[in-house]
């Protein structure tokens, strides 16, 4: 068992509690340089957060070339108010037009390949220059995330993965943005709840969970960057 991991399993007992800022004043003094924190663009609430503990971070964003306009806006906008931190596009080996010249529409006929060549494996590849990675990952956004921890450790990535704000609740999620004036895709205001790519990110049904309204009436519920 490698030392991260046994760094992961202590965490996950001794932080299961802590609020969002100790988990991230833990992961800088933990881990210094050798940290980064993910952002779908969806808002800057993590971001934000991890920018109180530290001011040049890295940010990942997955560049998969399909993001509406507004997400790509957003994360313009964040570098623009955040202008320590250093935005770290991951991008696939092929182009979007590459890949639909070899493949077609993957997004339509096989949208878990379409996440593992655009998401999964630009995400591992850039996750291997850390020794750990931040995560803005909520219970309350999916039955499959009800139980995520603050801390834990990563297999499929092989680092220490840390959810600040896992166990906060919408309330306190839009509070914050409320109290501190944080950039939220405008998207957001016309009713979708979880922002993917385009072609498969539609707007949720009333009643249901905010990840209702990615890969709509598919089986498929993640993308494959966190189950």
Known sequence: MTELKKL??????????????????????????????????????????????????????????????????????VAAV??????????????????????????????????????????QKTLAGYDAWVTGVRRVDAPTRANTPIVQWDDRNNLVKINPIAAWSDEKFNGYIADHGILENPLVSIGYLSIGCAPCTSLPKPGEDARSGRWAGQSKTECGLHG
């Open 8 to 77: 992961a399993q202590w965490a996950e007992k001794e932080l299961a509690e802590v609020s969002a800022e100790e988990a991230l004043a833990w992961t800088r003094d933990t881990f210094g340089d050798r940290f980064i924190v993910a952002s779908n663009m969806q808002d800057a609430v993590l971001i934000d957060l991890a920018y109180q503990a530290k001011r040049e971070i890295d940010i990942l964003f997955l560049e998969t070339g399909y993001h509406f306009p507004e997400t790509i806006g957003t994360r313009d906008a």
């Open 82 to 123: 955040y202008p320590e931190v250093r935005i770290v596009n991951a991008e696939a080996e092929q182009s979007v037009a590459d890949q639909e010249a070899e493949f077609g529409l993957l997004n339509k006929t096989d949208p878990t390949q379409c996440c593992f060549l655009r998401k999964v494996v630009p995400l």
